[in-house]
């Protein structure tokens, strides 16, 4: 059977990765950083600087990146001469599997995943509580003049108890293109597009209570000003929204074997710093992405799936991290497709850390996630899907979910019809 | 390397350290002195850490360096010997350099009694010999001076190619001559002011200190110089005029911020920073030469303090004066309390109304989270006598810590200025240098005093190694005191200057 083929230009595909580049300029024209929220005069003197770049350093390498496989795939019949679309499973969302699209064959997807952070290291970004000294040192609140303290001791900084409500969210669509540059070479690029929003409220209470030694006087009829006697309350609210590219991914895929007994290939990812690390858009660092891809189709039916990995931070290797997935999709009713598939992350080391870490430490962690998501065929070549991702532990920045929608259109390209 | 400064491999068996140190000290006082430059190696180090009169386990000592004085003023006249100890981990003391026997000298006074009577080793630097002295920060090298141009004897007994600035491991190796003594003596006439020890930089690459050096116009001037270790280069940094007061103006070189940063302190006015001719803290940088004046943080009572730049030192505890009346009038007529700043931030850390609360140099803990100071406060009633004890308190002003137990039969009414006969009490120091006053790696403090926790150190002065927490005390050297004998004649024996690494 001959499948019709669904044509694209070059010149319309190119468009994609050209109007991105475009967009990415425009982007950094724009003036100051979500990181600097956390050094503007609001937050000034409550430590919270080193949070923007320590989340600068991380929130990117946490967000999701769609397959580069093709849902669906092609393969040449010499008795036809022609190019078929394989009836078998869907490919995975998240995750890859070694099939190829197929020579001369185009993929163009789009997605979009909405990134709501909750938690840092287990704990609530939405009240971050300030540790009450390290090593000495407290959060300060400055009193010009000094002030003298309930017992009889001079100080002219109050410590302050600060309780934090950090909000970033993320909202990611990524276009995407893979093109079959041989029966068993696909190259896949992905440029996401990102808006980043940052929205920090704090409380200050001060003198803060868990340091007794800076208790003030009780206040006498309510005469004496503010932080000089009794303990005062003072809230914040700094938010920022910023747009902009993120990192340029650029993914090769090569098949080494089929079918003896399972399809195996390699995969190579190169992930180039386009987007800036600062509005939480990029990692700032250019990524060497090694993978094995190992699945096979059983039954026509189902597709079990194992990716081992290396993100390599080609600046600082000892940033670098083990990837691995492991899962499977199966048709679940007619074009319904079904995926599952465990995700992990395991650094090598903390990716950056804080030196005076009042509100959290950035540690080395281990992701685990779960993925699970349905894909549904349409028009014949055309696939939508939903997926969600949901951490298995709390380890870093962590989101309760990760929803992502995506469709995808594949089609052979004009040199092949 | 012939040298007065003989060097010498004495380790001795803390068992034979009493024995040895009778012997040594007579044959001393039966010698000749200033033809004697053979090293008296049998004598050996004398010093010794006493075990604590408790079960408790002492605390853990890295590497001590230490001058041994002894003095005799006897009928035949002043005579005296020194030598240059280390104590490495359980070791016994292992003397590695030595000035042989001088004297007997007729000197119009008794010199070893009077100086020996405040029990503050610092004015023994006024006889001369060893002088400034240096641990590196990680303990690999000691650096020492050796001059005797500025001896209250007013004779010389160490020849002029024997003076210098020296370096040696602590094993006693490596001794090498790095240059001419400063020109600016250790101690002061009036001993107004000392400066016993050279400051090392964070590498251990260079060391400050003061010497004479070309000023604005040409002439002679008190400056701060640095020496680097490995090549002997010396380089003058400042270019001060020439002052009133001794030393630089009566201050004098501090220590690194960082590599390139070096701290001092005095009232001129370099470049017109200090317009005002207050007491002001300086740096300058090693590379340019370019002098800054620290910021200053307001204290009660209307005064400011210099502190340095929260970039290197981090936080700086200090004594200050506050208004009020002491509630021990007897030590001094102000209220003193110790304060902790990082230049912007400032805190008062006591509240004992007392006037001799930290007359010394108190520090701020390795890990920043403590500050340690001398005090004669009895906070928790465990210091009846009001001695002066060793404290340490939470940077953050709560948790004040009484961490020695100096006792004695009688309350002592000047407390931490107790410089006379021990019936006036003891005292109690840590180095001048902020740094080396507490291991880096096990936190173990190490302080002078003339108190008396053993029973072993009735008139003298002692380096003790006690842990942050109050436990482990023990003494690490065994020097003899003030002794006056049945013949009239007095013998003295005290340490000081020291120093002690790791302290990075």
Redesign the interface.
């Given at each position: 059977m001959k499948v019709r083929s669904h044509t694209l230009s070059p010149s319309v595909a190119c468009g994609v990765v050209i109007t991105s580049a475009v967009l990415m300029l425009s982007s950094q024209v724009h003036a100051g950083t979500l990181a600097d929220v956390f050094n503007s005069g609001e937050l000034a003197g409550l430590e919270m600087g080193p949070i923007g770049p320590a989340l600068a350093n991380t929130v990117a390498s946490t967000y999701p990146v769609a397959s580069a496989s093709s849902s669906v795939t092609y393969a040449f019949n010499p008795k036809t001469e022609t190019f078929e679309r394989q009836t078998r499973v869907l490919g995975p969302i998240i995750g890859e599997r070694a099939e190829t699209i197929g020579k001369g064959q185009i993929d163009i997807s789009v997605s979009y995943s909405g990134v709501d952070f909750s938690t840092i290291n287990g704990n609530s970004l939405g009240d971050l509580v300030n540790q009450p000294s390290i090593n000495g040192r407290v959060v300060s609140f400055p009193v010009p003049g000094g002030v003298v303290l309930k017992d009889g001791r001079f100080t002219n900084f109050l410590p302050v108890l600060v309780h934090a409500n950090i909000d970033v969210q993320a909202d990611i669509g990524t276009p995407s293109i893979t093109y079959g540059v041989t029966p068993d070479f696909d190259v896949n690029l992905s440029l996401p597009l990102l808006q980043t929003y940052l929205n920090v409220k704090v409380n200050e209470t001060v003198p803060d209570p868990r340091l007794p030694q800076f208790m003030l006087p009780a206040c006498m009829n309510g005469s004496a000003a503010p932080t000089t006697c009794g303990s005062t309350s003072i809230n914040h609210q700094v938010a920022d929204r910023a747009t902009g590219f993120g990192d340029l991914l650029l993914r090769l895929k090569y098949v080494l074997q089929r079918d003896t007994p399972v399809d195996l290939a390699a995969g190579l990812g190169v992930s180039f710093p386009s987007g800036n690390p600062d509005n939480f858009q990029g990692t700032g660092n250019y990524q060497v992405q090694p993978e094995l891809i190992v699945s096979k189709i059983i039954a026509d039916r189902f597709e079990p799936l194992l990716n081992l990995g290396v993100n390599i931070n080609a600046d600082n290797v000892d940033l670098s991290s083990f990837r691995w997935a492991v899962g499977s999709t199966a048709k679940v009713y007619g074009p319904l497709t079904a995926a599952a598939v465990f995700l992990g992350t395991n650094e090598f080391n903390p990716q950056t850390t804080i030196s005076a870490p009042f509100f959290f430490q950035i540690n080395r962690n281990d992701y685990y996630n779960f993925s699970f998501g349905m894909r549904c065929l349409f028009a014949e070549t055309g696939v939508v899907s939903a997926n969600v991702i949901v951490p298995l532990n709390r380890d870093g920045l962590r989101t309760d979910y990760i929803p992502t929608i995506g469709i995808e259109y594949a089609f052979t390209g004009p040199w092949n019809s | 390397m012939e040298l007065v400064v003989a060097v010498v491999n004495d380790r001795l068996k803390r068992d034979d350290v009493p024995m040895k140190a009778k012997m040594c000290y007579q044959s001393l006082a039966r010698a000749s002195a200033m033809a004697v430059l053979v090293a008296l190696a049998a004598c050996g180090g004398s010093g010794s850490s006493i075990p604590p009169n408790t079960n408790e386990v002492p605390a853990p000592i890295n590497t001590f360096v230490y001058v041994d004085t002894a003095c005799r003023d006897s009928a035949d006249g002043f005579s005296m010997t020194q030598e240059l100890r280390v104590l490495r981990g359980e070791n016994g003391p292992l003397t590695i350099a030595r000035i042989p026997m001088v004297g007997p000298l007729q000197v119009p006074v008794t010199y070893c009694g009077d100086l020996a009577l405040p029990r503050s080793a610092p004015l023994f630097l006024a006889f001369g010999g060893f002088q400034r002295l240096a641990m590196s920060p990680v303990a690999t090298v000691i650096v020492f001076e050796v001059t005797d141009d500025f001896s209250i004897l007013g004779q010389s007994f160490v020849p002029a190619e024997q003076k210098g600035i020296f370096r040696i491991r602590p094993d006693g190796s490596g001794l090498r001559r790095l240059g001419n003594p400063s020109r600016v003596p250790a101690i002061s006439t009036g001993f107004g002011r000392s400066e016993s020890n050279f400051y090392f930089s964070p590498s251990g690459r260079l060391v400050s200190f003061t010497d004479i050096g070309p000023g604005p116009g040409g002439e002679d001037a008190v400056q701060v110089f640095v020496l680097d270790v490995e090549t002997g280069k010396r380089t003058q940094l400042t270019h001060m005029p020439p002052a009133a007061r001794p030393g630089l103006d009566g201050g004098g070189a501090d220590d690194f911020l960082n590599e390139r940063t070096v701290v001092f302190d005095g009232i001129f006015n370099p470049d017109g920073l200090n317009p005002d001719g207050k007491e002001r803290v300086f740096t300058v940088d090693v590379v340019t030469r370019q002098i800054k004046v620290e910021s200053t943080?307001?204290?009660?009572g209307g005064g400011f303090v210099a502190v340095p730049s929260i970039t290197g030192f981090g936080?700086v505890t200090f004594p200050a004066m506050?208004p009020g009346t002491p509630v021990n009038k007897q030590a001094g007529e102000n209220v003193f309390?110790l304060f902790?700043t990082?230049g912007?931030?400032?805190?008062?850390?006591?509240?004992f109304g007392r006037s001799d609360t930290s007359p010394g140099v108190p520090f701020?803990s390795i890990?920043?989270?403590?500050a340690f100071f001398v005090a004669s406060a009895d906070p928790d009633q465990m210091n009846p006598s009001e001695l002066c004890q060793i404290f340490s308190v939470?940077?953050?002003?709560?948790d004040v810590r009484q961490l020695t137990r100096f006792s004695a039969s009688q309350r002592s009414a000047l407390g931490c200025v107790a410089f006379g006969r021990a019936s006036e009490g003891c005292t109690t120091e840590f180095n001048d240098s902020q740094r080396v006053s507490q291991d880096a790696r096990s936190g173990t403090v190490v302080f002078g005093s003339s108190c008396d926790p053993f029973g072993t150190n009735q008139n003298g002065v002692q380096i003790f190694a006690i842990r942050p927490d109050g436990s482990g005390l023990h003494a690490l050297t065994d020097a003899r005191g003030l002794v006056r004998n049945t013949d009239r004649s007095v013998e003295a024996e005290l340490p000081g200057p020291w120093s002690y690494g790791p302290h990075r």
């Open positions: - | 943080v307001a204290i009660p936080r506050v309390e902790i990082d912007t931030n400032l805190l008062q850390l006591t509240n701020v890990d920043g989270a403590h939470d940077a953050l002003g709560g």
